[in-house]
């Protein structure tokens, strides 16, 4: 950088970016403290939903639903299983697909997690107008697309 070059901090673009990325890492912390007493992490709850919303998914698709990859599903599926919250089962048409369901004690704290995730999504926007939330929603999907070049908006968790 030279004298000439504008900082990057002094650019209100750069500011309203750092700004979203530290409102994503403390709303990660919070959800983080407030699914502590359900012994689940993000990770899990993105899981757990995605099973929810779409009950036989294969641990591929899941995978790619979530942009992690397979190997990172490897090992927080075993601790779910485990659990005895989801289950693992062979696909009839393909042997080396894995189908993934929720057991019925998965959809019991699946649902009980659901409920403390959007009691703080709502507790946390209610600083937003109905207005404001949409616009910071529209905004985020155009960045999701900008980066990604497809409208993976549809991802939950």
């Known amino acids: 950088m030279n004298k000439n070059q504008a900082l990057p901090w002094d650019n209100p673009r750069f500011r309203n970016w750092i700004a979203v990325g530290r409102a994503c890492q403390v709303m990660g912390l919070a ?6 007493p359900l012994d689940i ?6 899981i757990l939903v995605n ?21 990172n599903l490897s090992m927080l599926l075993p601790q779910l299983e485990k ?15 894995l189908r993934l369901e929720l057991t019925p004690a998965g959809i019991e ?8 995730q959007s009691e703080l999504v709502e507790r946390t926007m209610q600083t937003a107008s109905p207005e ?20 993976i908006s549809g991802s939950e968790g």
């Open 31 to 36: 959800l983080t403290r407030a699914l502590q």
């Open 51 to 71: 099973l929810y919303r779409s009950p036989g998914i294969s641990q591929q698709d899941l995978a790619h639903k979530l942009l992690v990859g397979r190997s």
């Open 109 to 116: 704290l699946t649902e009980q997690a659901i409920a403390i």
């Open 83 to 97: 659990r005895g919250v989801i289950t693992r089962t062979g696909d009839a048409k393909d042997r080396r697909v």
């Open 132 to 151: 404001e939330c949409n616009l910071v929603g529209d905004v985020m999907t155009r960045i999701i697309k900008n980066l990604t070049g497809s409208d």
């Open 41 to 46: 992490k993000p990770p899990h709850l993105d």
